[in-house]
């Protein structure tokens, strides 16, 4: 267990909706990161928050949000979905001084 | 640009040892960082090499030469446990990533 939680675990949507992921990091990290893994896929990197600040930005589509509140706690939002879209969604987190990133278990998408 | 390649496949047998190799081009250098993914769940930290030379934890070491733009994954002993991607990491601060730039892992199957 790496300290980082991810909800929902699973998510089952059709095309076209919106939905929001959920994670939250280890105690005392500030950096959130988001990851998109789709089948047989290498790890995507999405988007990159330092203490409610975007730092960094990968491939992250227009259609794909995210945001970090005051309480460290970040949240994905995927509007417009496409089948495309399902993958596993992995967020990870890390200390301000180290560069480890621990990961959570992840968010299944699957749009039908 | 930034590079990382990484075998995609890899097949050895139990209580073998097997050597998952990765280079890397990339436009800055802070570490490098192997995880172990398996299928469908969360990537685990296994190893994080600064300086040249061979860290080695328990029955995993790893090894990185920073003037070759080099680094191993030594697993011995190998257990059907040991089934699974390894992803190889390099920490490149203030890039596009967001401080770690993956490769596409390595897929090892380990047989009885």
């Known amino acids: 267990d790496s300290g980082v939680t991810q909800t929902p675990k699973h998510l089952i949507t059709a095309t076209g909706q919106r939905v929001t992921l959920r994670c939250s990091p280890r105690?005392?990290?500030?950096?959130v990161y988001w990851y998109q893994q789709s089948l047989d896929q290498g790890l995507q990197f999405l988007i990159q928050?330092?203490?409610?600040?975007?730092?960094a930005k990968g491939n992250i589509l227009e259609r794909f949000s995210a945001q970090q509140f005051p309480d460290l706690h970040s949240e994905l939002n995927l509007s417009s979905l496409e089948l495309g879209d399902s993958a596993l969604y992995f967020c990870?987190?890390?200390?301000?001084?180290?560069?480890?990133?621990?990961f959570g278990p992840g968010t299944r998408l699957t749009v039908l | 640009g930034q590079n990382i390649d990484q075998p995609t496949e890899m097949t050895a047998t139990e209580g073998a040892i097997v050597q998952i190799n990765c280079t890397y081009q990339?436009?800055?250098?802070?570490?490098l960082f192997w995880y172990q993914q398996h299928a469908g769940e969360a990537p685990t930290f296994l190893s994080y090499?600064?300086?040249?030379g061979l860290e080695e934890k328990g029955r995993f070491s790893s090894f990185l030469s920073r003037s070759k733009g080099y680094s191993y994954l030594l697993l011995k002993e190998l257990q059907m446990k040991d089934s699974a991607s390894y992803l190889c990491?390099?920490?490149?601060?203030?890039?596009?990533?967001?401080?770690?730039?993956f490769g596409k892992g390595t897929k090892l199957s380990v047989k009885p």
């Open positions: 990870a987190s890390s200390l301000p001084s180290e560069d480890t990133q621990y």
């Open positions: 105690s005392g990290d500030l950096s």
């Open positions: 990491a390099v920490s490149s601060p203030g890039g596009s990533q967001g401080n770690l730039i």
């Open positions: 990339t436009s800055g250098f802070n570490g």
């Open positions: 090499n600064v300086l040249d």
């Open positions: 928050y330092y203490n409610g600040e975007e730092r």
